[in-house]
């Protein structure tokens, strides 16, 4: 049949067809009500392509785990074997073919990018809305990481929008337009039609496609001609279900069971449909009437004309006639593969408390939660509490379903099921592990008390575990603690002393400071030296932990990063940092942890510009953009991750502004730690710009002075703003502390900093020996941007001595390091002291016209590094052939042909 009024549509669907020829992927959520004629679209799409994969949601299936996706890679699973192994491994695990760890969503769907990238041209995913929440997740990730496969996905959704598609283009398909729907009803209709009174329908109907082909053929040739009213109200959407289920109210009571039975099977499986329908005297010959009606079609499985006739036939039969039906199925259900569809029917056949039901389903559950199906374990334990007549049981299974939808990323349904559990059941342990539970789903629903008061609940399920779980109260402590990191200050319901005791307490953590102690141990005493100690006791316990931390199992450093990262702050460990970040990373990547990832990258960025390497730290925040658009990010969580002092350094127009913007929002959410970045990044561009009162005004705040402390790192800036802004008395104060604070690191990067200072405080002549040991510290590591500061203050000192030679030589190295990063904020204070000594200044870094993209130079990167186009493709979450077409691209740009020469060749 013509699509009437659809050629808008179809042209966009033309061109993404048109694109993917010539290599070029697109996806599209198609998305309207039901009956608009996304499917026809579909169709039409399909039709204009030789090779598709076709997959339509089925509603009674959604709490099947990667059951979807299972059905849309069958084709393609034999070509599993060329994947990567964790891809490899996390997809037969997901989808049921063989054991193992519970995948990682993420890895799963990029192994399913990886498989569909070498696929037909056109992959349609029709009634997105009844997918499983883990297939939909892994087909979303692949639409947001399409580019150059060739390759067009196109989603059909009913429905304004759905959460999962988040980020994907949509098209909204309406109604049809009155001449467009009067021309689809003359199309239909076999007799005459009168033009007002399809014109009318068209108008009561708003165009549904669905709706005029059902009554172009079911109104009587005197309706259509004008001879008798038409219906009031005209059947659409709720209403056109009702004519369905009207229509097969009248078929014999065998037609309507084997319709009851195939709308209550998702697979649609004649031979299973068969031995149930036998169990019950039914057979497909009964289907007859509704196959001459075309409401349903039989073939190699047993399909629907539309979901709504589908949702007609299985609510409009009776409770009792459901359970019938479903006890024959679950019966007809004996494939081991199938066990969690034989417990779902099982439950759904129940008509009270059934405790082997019951059992089954929390088995099933655990299998579902084995292939990282956390949505449909979340689902199946709830059924078995509904099912149990034990209270205890009750609260247990709901506790677990509590986790599972937690890590299901359903924070709202998290705490619902947690409300419906009884405490006092839940027995010292239980209770610890709901609160536990309790303050992440809090945190995720974005409510800015429950990030203040999440510590504060660590803390009490630490209580609550006691000596009953001291395992788990040592991890309930730990993660207290990594949570104060962020909160810092707007911490409510405890302190980072009061979480320093907690951890104090613990048995064994005072005198946790040998080899053989565990990292962990090693950051609990860390902690609680520090917040309850300061430097002078918490010194070699920071040094500790940090270096443990940089040498643990890569499990554990991925788990307790952030920690790992604060400790190697607060005695300038550039070198464990970075390592602990690099190992993170790794680690994160190759297990497809992609929300773990997304903070290690964010991590990374905010240290590379701690180093100054601010062309290393766009590398990670442009891999961070690309990781949050994977997972579908909203622009107002994009804001949260930006890098103030990234922004700083850069110091272009309306820096400030922005960097003012951030701290109301973020004081707003309870984000502390991100209050203070942003001081102390407003700090950094007034130092650049010599406003030195200003930054002594933001610094000041950070730090009480007497006793170094958590941001003792802003030390040496507060040194250099108040002895500017001549608070000689300050500056000494802020140099006493930042000396004690290094007397308790060691490190080079510490030390340099301390001789900077040390040399901005000298009188006369005594300063240059330290400006020279400054500099011969700094240049030993991987802080440039200290290292340009420290040549930048010494070339200042040395132009006012009148040693214009050696000023020079300073200012312009400098510069150097300031240009190649794109300082800004420095590099401008350079080149006017460079202009005070007379002559031109020289600008060392000129803007290459050939720039890369951050994506091109991620991918150069890597390509530089050795790594092949699939691993280069499972490093940055993408298919091998947009590897090859961004390598392409990178070539032309850079005057090189091969990879050879792009290690040796020019550099972006």
């Known amino acids: 049949m013509r699509l009437f009024g659809r050629e808008s549509e179809c042209a966009t669907l033309d061109a993404m067809l048109a694109a993917a020829r010539r290599g070029r992927s697109a996806c599209l959520v198609l998305r309207g009500e039901a ?31 990667f059951g979807a996706l299972h059905r849309l890679l069958i084709p393609l699973l034999s070509q599993r074997d060329r994947l990567p192994e964790r891809q490899r491994a996390a997809l037969e695990v997901a989808c049921g073919l063989a054991d193992g760890s519970p995948p990682d969503l993420y890895l799963v769907s990029l192994a399913a990018l990886t498989l569909l990238a070498d696929a037909p041209r056109l992959c349609v995913i029709d009634d997105a809305q009844w997918l499983d929440q883990e297939s939909l997740r892994s087909l979303a990730f692949v639409a947001r990481r399409l580019h150059a496969e060739g390759l067009v996905l196109l989603f059909g959704l009913r429905g304004a929008e759905h959460p999962g598609l988040t980020g994907i283009p949509a098209l909204d398909v309406a109604g049809l337009g009155r001449e467009a729907g009067v021309a689809l009803l003359g199309e239909v209709v076999d007799g005459q039609l009168d033009r007002l009174v399809a014109a009318s329908i068209v108008d009561a109907t708003g165009g549904n496609p669905l709706a005029l082909t059902d009554l172009g053929r079911e109104l009587t040739a005197a309706q259509l001609t004008g001879g008798t009213p038409l219906p009031e109200p005209m059947p659409i959407g709720a209403r056109l279900e009702a004519t369905y289920l009207a229509r097969v109210l009248g078929y014999p009571a065998a037609t309507r069971t084997w319709l009851l039975l195939a709308a209550a099977e998702p697979s649609g499986d004649p031979v299973r449909l068969g031995t149930a329908g036998a169990a019950l005297g039914v057979g497909p010959d009964d289907a007859g009437p509704a196959e001459t009606d075309r409401l349903v ?17 299985y609510n409009g039969a009776s409770a009792t006639e459901r359970r019938r039906v479903h006890r024959a199925l679950a019966a007809a259900t004996t494939e081991p593969h199938d066990a969690d569809q034989r417990a779902w029917h099982l439950a759904a056949a ?50 677990a379903a509590a986790g599972a939808a937690l890590q299901a990323g359903s924070p709202v349904r998290t705490l619902a099921l947690l409300d419906s559990a009884d405490d006092v059941l839940l027995g010292p342990v239980g209770r610890g592990e709901a609160l536990l539970i309790r303050a992440a789903a809090a945190v995720s629903t974005g409510d800015p008390e429950a990030t203040r008061r999440a510590s504060a609940m660590c803390l009490a399920a630490a209580g609550s575990f006691g000596s009953e779980a001291p395992d788990r109260a040592r991890a309930a402590v730990l993660q207290a603690a990594e949570h104060s990191i962020s909160v810092e200050s707007s911490l409510h319901g405890t302190t980072q002393r009061e979480i320093a005791r907690a951890a104090r307490a613990l048995p064994g953590i005072d005198q946790a400071g040998g080899e053989l102690a565990a990292p962990a141990d090693l950051l609990l005493a860390a902690y609680a030296n520090f917040f309850d100690g300061g430097y002078p006791e918490a010194g070699p316990h920071l040094r ?49 942890a992609l929300q773990m990832l997304d ?21 990670y925040e442009a891999t961070g953009r690309r990781i949050r658009e994977s997972i579908g990010s909203t622009t107002d969580q994009e804001q949260i991750w930006r890098h103030p002092e990234l922004l700083a350094w850069r110091a272009g127009d309306g820096v400030h502004e922005a960097l003012q913007a951030i701290l109301p929002a973020a004081e707003a959410i309870g984000l502390g730690a991100m209050v203070s970045i942003v001081r102390q990044s407003l700090a950094l561009m007034a130092v650049g710009r010599g406003d030195y009162a200003a930054g002594m005004a933001q610094l000041s705040r950070l730090v009480e002075l007497g006793t170094p402390g958590l941001y003792a790192r802003v030390l040496p800036d507060l040194v250099e703003c108040a002895l500017r802004a001549g608070d000689r008395r300050t500056a000494k104060l802020a140099y006493g502390d930042l000396a004690a604070a290094v007397r308790h690191s060691g490190t080079p990067w510490a030390q340099g900093l301390l001789a900077r200072s040390r040399a901005l405080l000298a009188a006369g002549e005594s300063a240059e020996p330290h400006y020279r040991e400054a500099v011969e510290l700094l240049s030993g590591t991987l802080a440039v941007g200290d290292l340009a500061r420290a040549r930048l203050l010494y070339g200042e000192w040395l132009r006012r001595r009148r040693r214009r030679g050696d000023a020079r030589e300073q200012l312009a190295a400098a510069l150097r390091l300031f240009e190649a990063e794109r300082a800004e904020a420095f590099a401008g204070r350079a080149r006017r002291e460079l202009a005070a000594l007379g002559g031109s200044v020289r600008t060392f870094v000129q803007e290459n016209e050939t720039a890369l993209t951050p994506q091109e130079a991620a991918v150069a990167h890597l390509a530089r590094a050795g790594r092949t186009n699939a691993e280069i493709a499972a490093h940055l979450y993408l298919s091998a052939s947009t590897v090859d077409y961004h390598l392409r691209k990178i070539y032309r740009k850079l005057g090189v042909r091969s990879r050879r020469q792009l290690r040796t060749g020019p550099h972006d």
């Open 35 to 65: 009956g608009a004629g996304k499917t026809a679209l579909l169709t039409y799409a399909v039709n204009a392509t030789p090779d598709v994969l076709r997959l339509s949601g089925i509603e009674s299936e959604a709490t099947f785990p």
């Open 297 to 313: 079609s039989a073939g190699q499985q047993v399909a629907f004309r539309h979901p709504l006739v589908r949702s007609a036939v």
């Open 350 to 399: 129940a008509t009270g408390p059934d405790e082997e039901t019951a059992a089954e389903l929390a088995r099933v559950a655990n299998r579902a939660g084995a292939r990282g199906g956390h949505a449909a374990r979340a689902s199946f334990l709830v059924r078995a509490a509904e099912l149990t007549d034990s209270p205890a049981a009750r609260s247990g299974w709901l506790l």
């Open 544 to 592: 500790r932990a940090a270096a443990a931390m940089a040498g643990a199992a890569d499990a554990e450093v991925l788990r307790h990063v952030v920690l790992g990262v604060t400790f190697c702050t607060l005695v300038w460990d550039d070198a464990n940092r970075q390592t602990i970040l690099r190992r993170a990373e790794a680690h994160a990547r190759a297990t497809g």
């Open 599 to 619: 903070l290690v990258v964010f991590l990374a960025a905010m240290t590379e510009t701690s180093f100054g390497r601010l062309a290393e730290a766009d590398r």
